[in-house]
Nanobody, 120 residues
């Protein structure tokens, strides 16, 4: 079993910053691509940013220049530094990871989410 746990969410004023973390634990051989998604009430879950194992990144246009995704492969951790937050960033943020449990098999996992609320 693999478990993803997010942390770092909270309430922040517009213009402020938050840093989200995601810890992967369990029967992990290797963590491959990892991503942050977010979902606001009554909206679909949208991709925020992705990072490959080699460190290459992609961002949604709405967060480019404000959010930075990073990872620590040795610790199986994922981060999302969020700056210049705006009310429209309010959502539940989810960690998603492609995890190899051995050399042959891999699965996709989701965390439970962490709430980010940005007040105007």
């Amino acid at each position: 079993q693999v478990h993803l746990e997010e942390s770092g969410g909270g309430l922040v004023q517009a213009g402020g910053s938050l840093r989200l973390s995601c810890t992967a634990s369990g029967d992990i051989f290797k963590v491959n691509d990892i991503a942050w998604y977010r979902q606001a009430p009554e909206n679909e879950r949208d991709l925020v940013a992705t990072i490959a194992r080699d460190g290459s990144t992609n961002y949604a246009d709405s967060v480019k220049g404000r959010f930075t995704i990073s990872r620590d492969n040795a610790k199986n951790m994922l981060y999302l530094q969020m700056n210049s937050l705006a009310p429209e960033d309010t959502a539940t943020y989810y960690c998603n990871a492609d995890v190899q449990v051995n050399r042959s098999y891999g699965f996709n996992y989701w965390g439970q989410g962490t709430q980010v609320t940005v007040s105007s």
